[in-house]
C-alpha cells in the first residue's frame, strides 16, 4: 500500500519559516509529479506547489511564488516545501500529493499523506 507522510508542520510567527517533508513508501516515486495542498478551516483544498518527475520543473500558486520552494529527491523518495515569509493566511493543513498526470488541479492526485498542520500566528 503505498504511503506519504508528511512531516515538519508547527506553529510559527508571521514573517517565520517551516521546511515541510513527506516521505513516500511503496511508490515507484520518480515517474510521479508531486504537489503540495492545503486546506484551511471551512475553505476548499488548494494547490500551493508541484515539481515534475522528469526534470524537477516547479510550478507555484500566485499566492505563494518567491516565498515558497518545492523540491524533490528521487534516490530518497521525498519532497520538501521550504515556506519562508510565513503569513497568517498561510494556516492549513498542508498535504503532500502524488500524480501521474502534471497538473494542479487536486482530482488528478492519486495518492495524499494525512496531512500537517501549519498555523502561522500574527
Known amino acids: 500500500q503505498v504511503q506519504l507522510v508528511e512531516s515538519g508542520g508547527g506553529l510559527v510567527q508571521a514573517g517565520g519559516s517551516l521546511r515541510l517533508s513527506c516521505a513516500a513508501s511503496?511508490?515507484?516515486?520518480?515517474?510521479?509529479?508531486m504537489g503540495w495542498f492545503r486546506q484551511a478551516p471551512g475553505k476548499e483544498r488548494e494547490f500551493v506547489a508541484r515539481i515534475r518527475w522528469s526534470d524537477s520543473t516547479t510550478y507555484y500558486a500566485d499566492s505563494v511564488k518567491g516565498r515558497f520552494t518545492i523540491s524533490r529527491d528521487n534516490a530518497k523518495n521525498t519532497v520538501d516545501l521550504q515556506m519562508n515569509s510565513l503569513k497568517p493566511e498561510d494556516t492549513a493543513v498542508y498535504y503532500c500529493a502524488a500524480s501521474l498526470a502534471i497538473t494542479p488541479t487536486p482530482g488528478e492526485y492519486i495518492y495524499w499523506g494525512q496531512g500537517t498542520q501549519v498555523t502561522v500566528s500574527s
Open positions: 511503496r511508490l515507484t516515486f520518480s515517474v510521479y509529479t
